[in-house]
T-cell receptor
Framework: GEQVEQRPPHLSVREGDSAVIICTYT??????FFWYKQEPGAGLQLLMK?????EINEGQGFTVLLNKKDKQLSLNLTAAHPGDSAVYFC?????????????FGAGTQLIVIP | GGIITQTPKFLIGQEGQKLTLKCQQN?????MYWYRQDSGKGLRLIYY???????QKGDLSEGYDASREKKSSFSLTVTSAQKNEMAVFLC?????????????FGHGTKLSVL
């Protein structure tokens, strides 16, 4: 079945610097991809949902890139600020008919130092 | 907007004890989920339910029972708590159950077993 690896597990950057989190998946039939953000003591909040036909997806202060050839999904925060400090999870909807089956990465703890 | 409420926020149990976690949503969503979150392991699906009285096993269902009593509520039972177990249980809901919909998460129940 689908395997999702996320790296790095921990990331510290200075305010204003960029931050990159990468997920690698195994199922070439995967077709929906998600990034979620989890702030301390809170549930996960959707950052962006990406369909497989779109390689570059712009959000507010971040870009999500999908490289289907290498089966990689990345989250690029262009100029991080302290409010971006959180745990980030990617999630992948693999091919196949199993309902409800999203596969999550292990998460990246991002700390943005003022 | 809607909200997902998980109770209790913190749960301390004894080894071998049966423990029940509750989740309520007012989004009128059809599908509800229980995930387990362990440090460094991402989210793993325990059970999900695509409609009232429906129950589907996830990847981690052994040692758990679940019940979808009505559309708005989904409860999870740890059948026999394991000593030193520590995890966060997240409830989520979505409009459909295809794995392509946005998930809305509760804030979690943190379990500690003495």
């Amino acid at each position: 079945g689908e395997q999702v690896e996320q790296r790095p597990p921990h990331l510290s950057v200075r305010e204003g610097d960029s931050a990159v989190i990468i997920c690698t998946y195994t199922d070439p039939n995967s077709y929906y991809f998600f990034w979620y953000k989890q702030e301390p003591g809170a549930g996960l909040q959707l950052l962006m949902k990406v369909f497989s036909s779109t390689e570059i997806n712009e959000g507010q202060g971040f870009t999500v890139l999908l490289n289907k050839k290498d089966k990689q999904l990345s989250l690029n925060l262009t100029a991080a600020h302290p409010g971006d400090s959180a745990v980030y999870f990617c999630a992948v909807r693999g091919g196949g008919s199993a309902l409800g089956r999203l596969h999550f990465g292990a998460g990246t703890q991002l700390i943005v130092i003022p | 907007g809607g909200i997902i409420t998980q109770t209790p926020k913190f749960l301390i149990g004894q080894e071998g004890q049966k423990l029940t976690l509750k989740c309520q949503q007012n989004f009128n969503h059809d599908t509800m989920y229980w995930y387990r979150q362990d440090s460094g392991k991402g989210l793993r699906l325990i059970y999900y339910s695509i409609t009232e009285n429906d129950l589907q096993k996830g990847d981690l269902s052994e040692g758990y029972d679940a019940s979808r009593e009505k559309k708005s509520s989904f409860s999870l039972t740890v059948t026999s708590a394991q000593k030193n177990e520590m995890a966060v249980f997240l409830c989520a809901s979505s409009i459909g159950g295809q794995g392509i919909e946005r998930l809305f998460f509760g804030h979690g129940t943190k379990l500690s077993v003495l």
